[in-house]
């Protein structure tokens, strides 16, 4: 191989080394959410599901590819990504829809919450092995049946907004789940506990009938 | 009357029993990396004026924990940046705080508190359907430093720890710090 041949095969290969060896940004964020009661999210929900959880996505960043981004405003600040992730939802009975998706049973909806996934937290945390992320109460999984609050909401974009359906204060406060003898269960403030036909008649009792049945 | 010998064996049992039986109610939680330094720097010039006053009230609150000797001072050549900017909207998400880090260290902070809320600055009592700044940025300012939330089994409301994941309009217990926010950043800067 001629010398410049070489040289130029040392350089490409040096520039894809450090190219995929590049470190992705490494960024935490924790958020401070407004609580809401249970008769708040009641109230102001618009939509209320009671549905088996399908999936739930990882942390996403507020752009098109769901990278990390970070830029300086014209102030000279930064500005940076916020984080999401998503629930799927399979819908069993849409006790609450003023939405325009038109959630009927059987239908998937995906359902937002701005913050990093818990368990992604939690993992950076065990890694680093000096800290250990939030505990939170023990978290959703996949195949649960819950009844979950959310609202219409214009969540921050990179450039603009976008609309999503977002649960309603801390996400871990947003819904109810099954608990032993069928009964729902939830961390909200002001949480009644009982079967599925209780809660449904607490949610529209408080919204005094209005919903889309 | 006869008492039973006390070995030192059986202290070192008595005592592992007693630390098993009485659990340690830790609420708060490291976030992962945590600064390199003691003294750490923050620039307010991002915030309106009516906000400054806000932030280093809230930063002060970190400040004056004995005997962690970590503190935080106002400069504004500091890249930790504070600013103010759209989240999701009125009534939901308050603030963020995002940090950078490489290996365990941080090494920035940005802090953002969303324009939508319905925001009280003073340091009397806010309006029921008001967000106290202070309260927020107190919070925020305790994530900035590298704790996490305080696990939520521990939150009630008033007289709970300032680093509990959520706020209730009006209130302002999040302004002082409780015994386990003090025992979080006294754990992480000795």
Redesign the interface.
Known sequence: MKPFAMIAAVVALGFAAWHYAAPE???????????QTFPQMAVKANAVLAGQVVGIGGTRWNQDDGSFW?RE?S????????PYYEITLRVDDPIVDTTTQNLAAGHDVVLTV??MNPRD?QE??T???????????EGLQVGQRIVVFA?N????WREG?RPVL?L???P??AYFTTVRGGNFES?A?EAPSGSLADLKDQVLALRDGQTTE | MKFPRFSAGSALALLGLLMVAVPTAQAWTGMGPKWPTNTNKYDKSGLPSNWQSVADYSAQQWTNVSPSPFTWTSDGASNNDLVRGNIDGGGRTLATTTIYYSGTRITRFVMKFDTSENWYLGSGSPASNQVDGRSVGTHEFGHAHGQGHAQTQYCSGSGSATLCPYYTMGSTWARSLETDDRNGINTLYP
């Open positions: 940004p490494q960024a935490l964020v924790h958020l401070m959410y407004q609580t970070d405003m102030s000279g600040q930064t500005e940076t990504a916020l701005v913050g937290e950076i945390a890694n680093l092995g000096i800290g250990s992320g939030d505990h939170g109460p609202q909401t214009q969540m921050a907004t977002q309603m204060g801390h871990e406060q961390h403030q």
